[in-house]
């Protein structure tokens, strides 16, 4: 038995298979500015768009391990 979830799911992959490539990019940075936005309200004091960016970054980064090949193409 499928839920509501399913079919909302299912309806979403296919509008954005429809979309053209240039459409998904578009849609893709767009949330991303979206996701961004709704970080920096739930911090407080407010950060700055850069501000956010930098914290997210090193948050990505942190627990990452060493790539001996990035650290020997940056060398």
């Keep these: 038995m499928r839920s509501v979830a399913d079919?909302?799911?299912?309806?979403?992959?296919?509008?954005v298979l429809a979309m053209s490539p240039a459409a998904r990019v578009a849609l893709a940075l767009a949330l991303g500015?979206?996701?961004?936005?709704?970080f920096r309200a739930?911090?407080?004091p407010l950060l700055s768009r850069?501000?956010?960016r930098r914290?997210?970054?090193?948050?990505r980064q942190r627990?990452?391990?060493r790539s001996g090949c990035i650290d020997a193409l940056l060398a």
Aim: glycine share 4%; proline share 0%; charged share 60%.
């Design 33 to 38: 500015e979206r996701d961004l936005d709704l």
């Design 63 to 65: 627990g990452r391990r």
């Design 50 to 52: 850069a501000e956010a």
């Design 42 to 44: 739930a911090r407080r």
């Design 7 to 15: 079919e909302l799911r299912d309806e979403d992959r296919q509008a």
């Design 55 to 59: 914290l997210l970054d090193r948050q």
